[in-house]
């Protein structure tokens, strides 16, 4: 008899374990699913932001994503336009603008974006990467591709490249023009140990002179340019440089540093964005402070536009994620009305596995 109770026993307790370790098991299985985030799929991998006043402004992106606003920034609208990596978008007025990407991406609208059309001239190559456009007036307009510097005459129904003919084809990556003819270039022939890397016309790209002491070994890790007349002018990449002699001489002004753009609204005050930070000068550059709102969501910020020193708007690129197997994107947009003292940041997120398994149907 005691036999047999210590056996009832045993079972007793080995059914209490088995019990126990099934039910852990169980609640582990049951544990709930990180929530799936609110995708608006509006705009992948923003790129570029353009405001044509305080309340229309657009916003560039991947894939063909185009977003249009009408109220600030509160409330955007989608476009999608073929599957165009877009870098850079321009408006000279509420009707005509412009849409450029990679792989030969160049668009352009006549009534406010609502449709998009491919531009086909003999001037730009199918497989250029373009990634800047500015107008003047409704004629002059240029585009930077890896291959140098495109110009229309003609209100962007015809382009052409002129830049360093004799030598074509050896990378351009930044441009900055002051008026409809005077402008600077950074690209290089890479025919030299140490090449001059910026280049200048007075003539709207007609003809482009070297700029000696604009050397690579003296403008290293710089990747864009902003030129504010056809003297003063600045530098950035992993350092931000000055010159006021049409680069001829450099001075560094913050070194390290994250840029890939700036907006100066005169000789004094200006901004600069890169990276995870956003930068202020009232000083013409001699001191840069950080106004980055603390945020972590920004990783990779693209551009900068202010239309005075209150209002301005930034463009850039937020975390990727994970969430049950679906790759997300997230794009931020962030606008201030007080110079950057505060920002009021939009977060926008893309569902790029959805988009993929839509585009592979």
């Known amino acids: ?59 560039a992106g991947s894939y063909g994503t185009l977003i249009k606003t009408e109220d600030g920034g509160k409330s955007w609208k989608s ?16 009707w005509d603008g412009w849409a450029i990407g990679k792989d030969g991406a160049f668009y352009r609208t006549r009534d406010g974006g609502e449709n998009w059309e491919r531009v086909i001239s003999a001037g730009l190559p199918d497989d250029e990467d373009f990634s800047r456009v500015v107008f003047f007036g409704d004629s002059i307009g240029y585009a930077l591709g890896y291959h140098g510097v495109y110009r229309s005459v003609d209100a962007g129904n015809n382009w052409q ?55 690579a070994s003296v403008l290293r890790t710089i990747v864009t340019i902003y030129f504010i007349d056809e003297n003063t002018g600045w530098a950035g990449g992993g350092a931000i440089k000055k010159t ?41 550059g ?31 690129r937020g975390r990727e994620e994970y969430v049950r197997g679906t790759l997300l994107k997230h794009s931020l947009f962030l606008r201030t009305s007080d110079g950057g003292e505060t920002w009021e940041i939009k977060d926008f997120v893309f569902n790029f596995t959805e988009f993929l398994e839509s585009q592979n149907k």
């Open 1 to 59: 008899m005691q036999l047999r109770r210590s056996i009832l026993l045993a079972l007793c307790i080995i059914l209490f374990i088995y019990f126990e370790i099934h039910s852990c098991s169980e609640d582990r299985i049951a544990e709930p699913k990180p929530d799936m985030p609110k995708t608006s799929d509006l705009i992948c991998d923003a790129s570029d932001v353009f405001f044509l006043n305080p309340q229309v402004g657009w916003m």
């Open 79 to 94: 476009v999608r336009v073929d599957d165009g990596r877009f870098c850079d978008i321009t408006f000279t007025n509420k």
């Open 161 to 215: 490249n002129n830049w360093l003919p004799v030598v074509p084809y050896r990378g351009a990556w930044g441009m900055s023009f002051v008026n409809g003819r005077i402008g600077f270039l950074l690209g290089c022939r890479w025919l030299d140990e140490d090449p001059v890397i910026i280049y200048k016309t007075t003539d709207g790209a007609e003809s482009w002179m070297e700029v000696e002491g604009s050397n």
């Open 244 to 284: 006021v002699d049409g680069g001829k001489h450099w001075v560094t002004q913050l070194e390290p540093a994250t840029v890939r753009d700036f907006c100066f609204l005169n000789y004094r005050d200006g901004f600069a964005v890169g990276g995870s930070r956003v930068l202020k000068t009232t000083d013409g």
């Open 286 to 316: 001699n001191t840069w402070i950080d106004i980055t709102p603390s945020d972590d969501r920004i990783i990779d910020l693209r551009s900068v536009q202010f239309i005075d020193s209150m209002n301005g708007w930034i463009a850039g």
